[in-house]
């Protein structure tokens, strides 16, 4: 598999700015822990939630990151002000379900937003999806089932920059 050479230091990434799912070890959190910047109209990225959905012992931290088309900010305000985030991403991402409009009460959608969109531009974050590992490799596109289990795998491994969050 190519990984970028552009290493990340994972433990400094904002993830209180992300959408947290995980499929538990037992411990609540999964082992094997991934980044995703993801556009809620982005193909590829449908198809990597698929993937990612039935991935056993696995945390993912999904960066709201809408740059592909002009209804990608309004879909992820959508999501992002959904009483439940991951569950209203979900809906979306695997089956296509939208969310209500967003309430006026919602305002802390374009801070979260603009801070995604600060940090995938001081990482390079130039397409959806990109993925980066809790070892700081990223992939910049869509992996293959394998290559996906690969590169869980990785995270999976313990690293220098692997935060113990």
């Not at 990984?3 to 538990?24: I, Y």
């Not at 193909?43 to 002009?70: M, N, W």
């Not at 309430?103 to 969109?117: E, K």
Request: overall charge positive; aromatic content about 6%; charged content about 20%.
């Amino acid at each position: 598999m190519h990984f970028d050479k552009r290493g990340v230091d994972f433990s400094t990434l904002p993830l209180d700015d992300t959408l947290r799912s995980v499929n538990g070890d037992g411990d609540g959190d999964g082992s094997r822990r991934i980044v995703v910047f993801s556009d809620p109209y982005c193909s590829y990225c449908k198809t990597l939630e698929h993937r990612l959905a039935g991935q056993p012992d696995a945390t993912v931290y999904t960066f709201l990151y809408p740059i592909l088309t002009p209804g990608s900010k309004t879909m992820t305000a959508r999501i992002w002000c959904a009483s439940n985030r991951t569950g209203a991403w979900s809906a979306w991402m695997l089956e296509n379900r939208a969310q209500p409009p967003v309430a006026a009460s919602c305002n802390a959608t374009a801070a979260v937003l603009a801070r995604n969109l600060i940090v995938g531009r001081k990482l390079r974050v130039m397409g959806t999806p990109t993925l980066i590992l809790s070892n700081g490799q990223r992939i910049n596109r869509m992996p293959s089932a394998a290559e996906l289990e690969q590169a869980l795998a990785v995270a999976g491994e313990p690293s220098h920059t692997a935060s113990t969050r």
